[in-house]
């Protein structure tokens, strides 16, 4: 039986490549050079490589790559990601993941050569335990490791303990003495200050001996040096320091390379019929020749294509163009679709935003024609601001600043992002564009749920709380917004750990709810969130918080959450004491804050 063509597509793994047949980027020939500059470098081993690239171009990949490469040479390899083992010791759990490798005779000889001294007894046993039993030893291993004094003694010690241990490894082998260890570090920028220092120390302090190299995987751009080396001792200093002294950068691919790159995930998901070499192009530029990123919008695109009805009306790139926006520019997008007071009109009114500017940033002396005049005075008014003088060209870039007063923020970076602006151009000439919006209101694509690691991993998180499992313990809510399905996520996200959120679509009804809640008591409100467009009244938020708070009804936190956020209303809730935001992740955060600020008032 033929199978349909939705019954062929199929999701893409994010994995890293592990094998040159799976390599649609064609990295083995990369991979064997290193591979082999590693092996001739043997003999200046302590050394370290870094593997250099922004998340999501391949360094994960090329790193597998390399390592299928040693171990084919015969090179004992270690690999270790340091992202994932976030919940253990780094330190720990890095030397034991390369001690584990060396042969259990050698540490049972090593430890007793070395019996004399206290601290290499233990921390050879640590080795000897961990190589010598898989099973059943965890808790045995871990009372070893804790009882481990690391002072400036015991780190010299232990050093010495590795590196006898090492030697002993490297003579006993075949092919002595030329034994090999490589050990792979993947996504180090992606770890706490914390993980750096101690994964750092590891590396430089007790395992930076002969016989030993590290292939780290990170992206410069994500820790500058300045802030890799804040706070370090000298040690860590001087380590990050060698490590960024030698490192290769992944170039991005090419033209040739990303296109077949594209085309080969695309045949992969089943969805290449689909793509044409316009779409294809066009995919390229849209996600920065991301790997990552484009694994990504075709696995977007093929639940969609699959899942969706809304589609069948519609052409694939019609479709293609809707996913570019919604993961490319998804704050936009969710004005776009959910946005009730421009009423599905964000791209013409991006489109007049880009028309004004076109008009007023001419060259010097040019004279607009009637008809574009008569569109910037139009666009002007109805944004409630004066126009400029036609014959004054001084005059036009304060009239400019004034009306990006009242523009959604995110308009002034978006109208110079030349992808953005093509894109929405493209989509709107498309045929059904209008009913497409129309469409996308009633029913939106899918948009990325809330964030689950509700805080920034940098962010300070050592309170009284016992996990995020409730993480909003203690917050009582006030939200009013008369069109509540803007909110359902977050609220949902907000009881789900431990908040209270009483919901309110008009004022007066919400103002019973905070006098009868009595103001100062336990049971009072102590956070409300608003909109601030209500009955058509675009200000009514704003006048409301400011009764409230004159009349005491609520004198405490404010949040104003619209996906329509302007300059001109930012710096009114700052006015008024209020946070104002459009972005559910930022309204998490400040109630997370506010959360674990309302439990410390009530020690």
């Known amino acids: 039986m033929t199978q349909t063509r939705e019954q062929e597509f199929t999701l893409l793994s994010d994995e890293p490549v592990t094998s040159g047949e799976a390599d649609l980027l064609e990295g083995g020939p990369v991979a064997r050079e290193l591979a082999a500059l590693m092996l001739a470098s043997r003999g200046s081993t302590p050394f370290t490589l870094a593997v250099d ?147 750092s120390e590891a590396v430089k302090i007790y395992l930076g001996v002969p016989g030993i190299a590290f292939v780290v995987g990170c992206d410069r751009s994500a820790h500058s040096i300045a802030t890799l080396l804040r706070n370090y001792s000298p040690e860590t200093a001087e380590f990050m320091e060698k490590i960024f002294q030698t490192s290769y950068r992944i170039p991005g691919p090419g033209d040739d390379q990303v296109a077949a790159y594209i ?110 005049w008569a569109q910037v005075t139009r666009f002007f008014s109805e944004h409630k601001v004066a126009a400029p003088l036609r014959p004054d060209p001084d005059d036009w870039g304060r009239s400019l600043e004034e009306l990006e007063q009242q523009l959604p923020r995110e308009f002034a970076d978006l109208v110079a992002d030349r992808q953005f602006v093509s894109l929405v151009s493209e989509l709107m000439r498309l045929p059904q564009a209008n009913e497409l919006v129309a469409r996308l209101r009633r029913q939106p694509l899918v948009v990325c749920p809330v964030r689950q690691d509700l805080l920034d991993p940098h962010e300070e998180m050592t309170d009284s709380l016992t996990g995020l499992d409730q993480a909003y313990e203690g917050l009582r809510v ?23 959120v009483t919901e309110e679509r008009d004022t007066m009804t919400a103002q019973r709810r905070l006098r009868e809640a009595n103001p100062g008591s336990s049971t009072a409100f102590n956070l409300v ?67 674990r600020e309302i439990r410390a008032e009530s020690l």
């Open 53 to 199: 690239a922004g998340r999501g171009m391949g360094k994960s990949t090329l790193m597998h790559l390399v390592d299928t490469e040693l171990e084919e040479a015969g090179v004992c390899t270690v690999w270790y990601d340091a992202w994932t083992a976030g919940r253990e010791d780094y330190l720990e759990g890095l030397m034991k993941t390369t001690l584990v490798k060396l042969d259990p005779k050698v540490l049972r000889r090593t430890m007793a050569k070395l019996s004399g001294s206290r601290a290499l007894v233990r921390a050879v046993r640590t080795g000897l335990v961990m190589a010598a039993a898989p099973l059943g030893v965890g808790r045995m291993v871990d009372e070893i490791w804790q009882s481990l004094s690391v002072d400036a003694r015991t780190r010299n010690e232990m050093r010495d303990a590795v590196e006898e241990l090492v030697a002993q490894w490297m003579a006993q082998g075949p092919g002595a003495p030329s034994r090999f260890l490589v050990v792979f570090i993947d996504d180090l920028d992606r770890c706490s200050d914390a993980a750096v220092r101690a994964v």
């Open 263 to 372: 085309r080969g995930c695309a045949q992969q998901a089943g969805v290449d019929r689909l793509l044409d070499d316009r779409l294809t192009s066009l995919l390229a530029d849209r996600t920065g020749r991301n790997p990552r990123r484009i694994k990504r919008l075709l696995n977007g695109f093929v639940l969609e294509h699959r899942l969706n009805p809304l589609w069948k009306a519609f052409a694939p790139e019609v479709l293609f163009r809707t996913v570019l926006l919604q993961y490319s520019y998804g704050d936009f997008y969710r004005l776009l679709v959910e946005d009730e007071e421009s009423g599905g009109g964000a791209v013409s009114e991006f489109q007049g935003y880009h028309h004004v500017r076109q008009v007023l940033r001419r060259v010097a002396g040019s004279d607009p024609t009637d008809d574009s």
């Open 478 to 500: 006030m939200w009013v917004d008369d069109h509540p399905r803007h909110r359902q996520r977050v609220v949902d996200e907000l009881r789900a750990r431990g908040a209270t």
């Open 529 to 595: 969130i608003s909109d601030f467009t209500r009955g058509g009244d675009p200000d009514a938020g704003f006048r409301t918080i400011e009764g409230w708070k004159k009349e005491e009804i609520h004198t405490g936190r404010v949040i104003f959450f619209s996906h329509r956020v302007t300059p001109s209303r930012e710096a009114r809730g700052t006015e008024l004491g209020a946070q104002v935001t459009s972005g559910e992740d930022q309204l998490l955060r400040w109630a997370f804050r506010a959360a």
